[in-house]
């Protein structure tokens, strides 16, 4: 399995991770009903923040444990890659047009960010299963 394989794999898999445990602190909150005093933001930084510290550490050992490929990217490899982004961006689209309709008929800021956050997770989750798709059954 190549580094950018490997990637895509645990990449995935701390999206998911990141997005339940997120959603998981939000469902309570919403069980309340009282949508408008929900301290929502600074769960969304810290899933944000943890996230991208994950990343980084992530891609650090990958780097280390891979370090016999290092420099092999082949246009295969860019190609899945650039295909797995312009795939996950329509869906990051989708969800922008959702925020701007929201924001228009003046729904509650909550909703709106969450609706971001989301479209954020959806189109990086999907840009990295089209790239394990493509590393595992051809492109």
Same mark, same amino acid.
């Given at each position: 399995?190549?580094?950018?394989?490997?990637?895509?794999?645990?990449?995935?898999?701390?999206?998911? @991770?990141?997005?339940?445990?997120?959603?998981?602190?939000?469902?309570? *909150?919403?069980?309340?009903?009282?949508?408008?005093?929900?301290?929502?933001?600074?769960?969304? @930084?810290?899933?944000?923040?943890?996230?991208?510290?994950?990343?980084?550490?992530?891609?650090?050992?990958?780097?280390?444990?891979?370090?016999? !490929?290092?420099?092999?990217?082949?246009?295969?490899?860019? !190609?899945? /890659?650039?295909?797995?982004?312009?795939?996950?961006?329509?869906?990051?689209?989708?969800?922008? @047009?959702?925020?701007? @309709?929201?924001?228009?008929?003046? *729904?509650?800021?909550? *909703?709106?960010?969450?609706?971001? /956050?989301?479209?954020?997770?959806?189109?990086?989750?999907?840009?990295?299963?089209?790239?394990?798709?493509?590393?595992?059954?051809?492109?």
């Amino acid at each position: 399995m190549s580094y950018h394989e490997k990637s895509a794999w645990s990449m995935a898999v701390v999206t998911v @991770l990141i997005y339940v445990s997120y959603g998981s602190n939000i469902k309570g *909150w919403l069980a309340s009903g009282d949508i408008a005093n929900i301290e929502y933001a600074g769960t969304m @930084l810290w899933a944000i923040g943890t996230f991208m510290v994950l990343a980084i550490i992530i891609h650090i050992v990958l780097a280390i444990l891979s370090y016999r !490929e290092d420099g092999k990217e082949d246009v295969r490899d860019q !190609e899945i /890659y650039r295909f797995g982004e312009y795939v996950g961006q329509y869906f990051l689209g989708f969800g922008a @047009l959702a925020a701007l @309709l929201m924001a228009l008929a003046e *729904w509650d800021h909550f *909703w709106i960010a969450n609706i971001i /956050y989301f479209a954020f997770g959806v189109s990086t989750l999907i840009a990295y299963i089209i790239r394990i798709v493509a590393y595992r059954r051809g492109f």
